[in-house]
């Protein structure tokens, strides 16, 4: 897709847990130029949220390759596993499915992964080397740069804590604020402590984080930091961090 001045854009595409994002970026700036987020309501399924994404591509008249990223595990492009979505996902390709409505789907892969692309370019001029990245969300997704590479497939927020007694995610994801009714600065305290199990575990030089929650760092990030030894970071495209990066790999 091109605007008036011939500028060339690409489209990205975030499924998360409870809501579908998209952002169109202009290359040559990369900037976000329009972004929409699209809830989930009470219906998950392949064709409630694929139905929207076709719409909302029609809608911004976009033509060109797209990405996506995708709250699972992914191999070849195909969805192996999709824990907060449901097992009809398992085996989903987007490419087939999106074919006949003439959108190419160039590139499919974990939404974590899709964030770390974004914020590999973010932090392409650190002089940290090794960048733990998290996605708080309705689970917590993770990717790792390493000497500004992205490691894909790291899935940190699902290990078992036996100090904790649960997965990184249960403990911690934005959606436990909601389950279970804890203030901000439970939260918080819950994110520190897994922050504090992985940069045991894994020696991060900074941590990075993104989604929904951090539109609102205002109210907790001075305090988490408070907490911790290592630089801690918002992503510079908060929510929509994810779909930059799915954008990216188009």
Request: hydrophobic share 30%; proline share 3%; with cysteine.
């Given at each position: 897709m091109t605007n008036m001045k011939g500028h060339l854009k690409a489209l990205g595409v975030d499924i998360?847990?409870?809501?579908?994002?998209?952002?169109?970026?202009?290359?040559?700036?990369?900037?976000?130029?329009?972004?929409?987020?699209?809830?989930?309501?009470?219906?998950?399924?392949?064709?409630?949220?694929?139905?929207?994404?076709?719409?909302?591509?029609?809608?911004?008249?976009?033509?060109?390759?797209?990405?996506?990223?995708?709250?699972?595990?992914?191999?070849?492009?195909?969805?192996?596993?999709?824990?907060?979505?449901?097992?009809?996902?398992?085996?989903?390709?987007?490419?087939?499915?999106?074919?006949?409505?003439?959108?190419?789907?160039?590139?499919?892969?974990?939404?974590?992964?899709?964030?770390?692309?974004?914020?590999?370019?973010?932090?392409?001029?650190?002089?940290?080397?090794?960048?733990?990245?998290?996605?708080?969300?309705?689970?917590?997704?993770?990717?790792?740069?390493?000497?500004?590479?992205?490691?894909?497939?790291?899935?940190?927020?699902?290990?078992?804590?036996?100090?904790l007694q649960c997965t990184l995610e249960q403990w911690a994801s934005a959606k436990v604020i909601r389950e279970e009714g804890i203030s901000l600065s439970e939260w918080v305290l819950r994110c520190s402590d897994i922050l504090d199990i992985l940069i045991e575990k894994y020696s991060p030089e900074a941590v990075i984080l993104c989604g929904g929650i951090t539109s609102e760092k205002e109210n907790w990030l001075a305090e988490l930091q408070a907490l911790q030894s290592v630089r801690i970071v918002i992503s510079d495209y908060e929510e929509y961090t994810g779909a930059y990066g799915a954008a990216l790999l188009k």
């Open positions: 998360g847990g409870s809501s579908t994002k998209l952002c169109l970026i202009e290359m040559e700036s990369k900037s976000i130029v329009k972004s929409v987020t699209i809830p989930h309501r009470n219906r998950k399924g392949i064709e409630e949220i694929c139905s929207k994404i076709i719409r909302q591509i029609k809608e911004w008249e976009f033509e060109g390759g797209i990405g996506i990223g995708f709250p699972g595990i992914v191999e070849n492009q195909m969805i192996i596993d999709a824990p907060n979505l449901g097992k009809e996902w398992n085996g989903h390709d987007f490419r087939t499915y999106f074919k006949p409505h003439e959108i190419d789907v160039t590139s499919v892969l974990n939404d974590a992964d899709a964030a770390t692309m974004a914020l590999s370019e973010q932090s392409k001029d650190w002089t940290e080397n090794e960048i733990l990245c998290l996605t708080i969300g309705t689970g917590i997704g993770s990717g790792w740069i390493s000497e500004y590479q992205l490691i894909e497939g790291t899935e940190y927020g699902r290990e078992y804590s036996p100090k």
